[in-house]
């Protein structure tokens, strides 16, 4: 097994936050309908074969 060095990780981890909280990704309402529709044709899909 892998020792974890928690001290790393907790720096990864704060380092990881800082960066997230830097990014903003714009909400665009016509990408969340297009993956809806992928995602509902994905399931229809999926249902038909069980």
């Known amino acids: 097994m ?3 060095d928690n001290e790393a ?3 990864f ?3 990881f936050r ?3 909280q830097e990014y ?3 909400y665009r309402e016509e990408d969340w309908l297009r993956l809806k529709k ?3 044709l ?4 999926h249902e038909r074969k069980n």
């Open 38 to 40: 992928r995602l509902d």
């Open 42 to 45: 994905l399931l229809a899909s």
């Open 9 to 11: 990780d907790d720096a």
């Open 2 to 4: 892998f020792e974890h």
């Open 13 to 15: 981890e704060e380092l």
């Open 18 to 20: 800082k960066k997230v």
């Open 24 to 26: 903003e990704i714009d």
